[in-house]
């Protein structure tokens, strides 16, 4: 039954149609094979050419932040280096808005000093070369320069909650800033703007910080004025100490020295030591001296007779 099932089954040409249709798919696979090919080629080295941007753009990051952490972490960081830093990264924001967040540290921290970046100080914490100190313009310069680097920072971080406490370091800095130019209404308004940013969220302790920022704003009006050394009078040089003459005594006469302590007296049961006298050993027989040779006295010339 089931051969003449197959018989019937059976047609004419069935395998040239057959053989037809896969010729047909290796004439696809031929046409389309060389396309893939080359577009799996591209996507092969397109995602080695991400892979190799995205390390290179992690390495360049890195460097960044490295370079800013060495320059703010000198004794006496540059701002103008701080500044440059931000400066070439500014397509990089986090790197941007630190960078310039620091130089203006270091701005109004020059400020404060009077002291040019780069200064050397002495032992005694002086001015290694007096035209260090800097003059009133530089001050002023200097402190505009960190009005000018907050600034930045608060306007490119408005309306972004992820730059939030970058936000709060440039308002704080626009309140010193304030403060230094004797601007305490307009310190006050910056105190009362980071109250209003930070009373509700993670940041709540920023909002007590503010607050008693601004009652301690008053303290400031009264603060005595630090005077330049140049400005003070010149102290009086210190009086000579005088010493007491000490008298040298004079040395005992019979020839023990002052400073050694008398010896102790001897106890009385005690036998005074004698000292065995020395064992002479004897002496060789001494050789008898040759007596000396007395040469004969010369005749005396005979005496005339008596006349």
């Known amino acids: 039954m089931a051969l003449d099932q197959r018989q019937t089954q059976i047609r004419e040409g069935a395998g040239l149609e057959e053989s037809r249709l896969n010729r047909e798919f290796i004439d696809l696979l031929q046409k389309i094979s060389m396309p893939v090919l080359v577009i799996v080629a591209i996507l092969a080295v397109g995602y080695a050419f991400k892979q190799r941007y995205d390390r290179g753009q992690k390495e360049k990051l890195d460097s960044a932040f490295a370079e800013i952490e060495a320059a703010s972490n000198s004794a006496r960081p540059s701002p103008d280096t701080l500044r440059s830093i931000a400066d070439e990264y500014q397509s990089i924001a986090g790197v941007y808005l630190k960078g310039s967040l620091r130089a203006g540290d270091a701005y109004l921290d020059t400020f404060r000093s ?46 972004k909650p992820e730059y939030t406490l970058m936000r709060l370091e440039s308002m704080y800095g626009l309140a010193a800033v304030a403060e230094c130019k004797g601007e305490y209404d307009a310190a006050k308004k910056h105190y009362e703007d980071i109250v209003t940013l930070t009373d509700k969220g993670p940041w709540a302790i920023h909002t007590t910080l503010a607050k008693a920022r601004i009652a301690s704003l008053g303290n400031l009006k009264d603060l005595p004025r630090l005077y330049k050394s140049s400005e003070l009078p010149k102290p009086p040089e210190p009086a000579k100490p005088e ?9 005992p006469s019979d020839g023990v020295k002052a400073d050694e302590p008398a010896a102790p007296p001897a106890p009385a049961d005690a036998a005074p ?22 040469p004969p006295a010369d005749p005396k010339p005979p005496e005339p007779a008596p006349k």
């Open 273 to 294: 030591k004698t000292e065995d006298a020395p064992k002479e050993e004897p002496k060789p027989a001494e050789t008898p001296a040759t007596p000396p040779v007395t």
């Open 243 to 251: 010493f007491p003459k000490v008298e040298t005594p004079a040395a």
């Open 114 to 159: 009077g002291i040019k970046p780069g200064a050397e100080l002495k032992a005694d914490g002086s001015l290694a070369k007096p035209e260090d100190v800097m003059s009133e313009s530089d001050k002023a310069y200097h402190l505009s320069q960190a009005q000018s680097m907050y600034e930045r920072v608060y306007a490119d971080t408005a309306g």
